[in-house]
């Protein structure tokens, strides 16, 4: 088993749409998560960090859940431009970062 | 945001060569940096951590002897591929620990060897 998994997808949603990505990590000393966007062929870049509490960012809000282990990724009226690969990323308390194999969303007119 | 630069972007090398390429944080000191690889359409992969003045720790499976990585300052990390073969062609990636929680990749090198 994966220490971080995230669901396959692809996931392909109209415009406008909401679209929610989880992601469960198996290592219950993991002290920092995060969301990664990657476009195709290029770097990947930090999204947000998911806070206990639950934060949001504009049309994104994410949510951790330590108790079951398992973040989430809500993506609100969905744009064109939010077609990319997002990676959920852990941190151990020893600068370990572990990723998930991304959800692939692709957004369509 | 913080910057990582990677270089060089693109290169081509004959079969049997090695190649180096460089990760440097340009804004910050990095004692930490990850090395990635990535096929088409599949995820990243991490190769090995990088920590400035020790030994880099290599992920199972990732020959330590054909992937060399140097990090000699807290600026700089290389990753030589050692014998490249075709098979060896993909994207590397680099991304360094910025404030001890959160990374920065720099913007990847494609790898063709032919």
């Known amino acids: 088993r994966k220490e971080v998994e995230q669901d396959p997808g692809p996931f392909n949603v109209p415009e406008g749409a909401t679209v929610a990505f989880n992601c469960t990590y198996s290592?219950?000393?993991?002290?920092?998560f995060f969301w990664y966007r990657q476009d195709c062929r290029k770097e990947p870049k930090l999204l947000m960090s998911?806070?206990?509490s639950g934060n949001e960012d504009g049309r994104f809000t994410a949510q951790l859940n330590r108790a079951s282990q398992y973040i989430s990724l809500l993506i609100r009226d969905s744009k064109l431009s939010d077609s990319a690969t997002y990676l959920c990323?852990?941190?151990?308390?020893?600068?370990?970062?572990?990723f998930g194999a991304g959800t692939r969303l692709t957004v369509k007119p | 945001g913080a910057v990582v630069s990677q270089h060089p972007s693109r290169v081509i090398c004959k079969s049997g060569t090695s190649v180096k390429i460089e990760c440097r944080s340009l804004?910050?000191?990095?004692?930490?940096m990850f090395w990635y690889r990535q096929f088409p359409k599949q995820s990243l992969m991490l190769m090995a951590t990088?920590?400035?003045?020790?030994?880099?720790?290599?992920e199972q499976g990732v020959e330590k002897d054909k992937f060399l990585i140097n990090h000699a300052s807290l600026t700089l990390s290389t990753l030589t591929v050692t014998s490249a073969h075709p098979e060896d062609s993909s994207f590397y990636i680099c991304?360094?620990?910025?404030?001890?929680?959160?990374?920065?990749f720099g913007e990847g090198s494609w790898l063709t060897v032919v």
């Open positions: 990088s920590n400035e003045g020790s030994k880099a720790t290599y």
């Open positions: 998911v806070y206990s």
């Open positions: 290592n219950s000393a993991s002290q920092s």
């Open positions: 991304s360094a620990l910025y404030t001890g929680n959160t990374i920065y």
């Open positions: 804004d910050f000191q990095a004692t930490t």
């Open positions: 990323v852990v941190k151990r308390n020893n600068n370990d970062m572990r």
